[in-house]
């Protein structure tokens, strides 16, 4: 069962966002540099919608 369907379930109202980064863009030595860099970069985008509640889902394939 998908996460957006327990929470609608569950009664949660809320929005998907998806930060619109350009993670071409993002150039870093090292793996975990890089996996940081895109991580901060997402945190900071998506926090100007909301600074109180940040609730991400990372995922990152090496």
Not at 46 to 52: D, R, V
Not at 54 to 61: K, N, T
């Amino acid at each position: 069962m998908a996460r957006r369907q327990i929470l609608a379930e569950m009664g949660y109202e809320f929005t998907f966002l998806t930060a619109d980064i350009d993670e071409k863009s993002v150039r870093k030595e090292k793996a975990e540099e890089l996996v940081m860099a895109l991580a901060e970069a997402k945190e900071c985008f998506m926090s100007s919608f909301n600074p109180l509640l940040i609730c991400c889902m990372l995922r990152v394939i090496l």
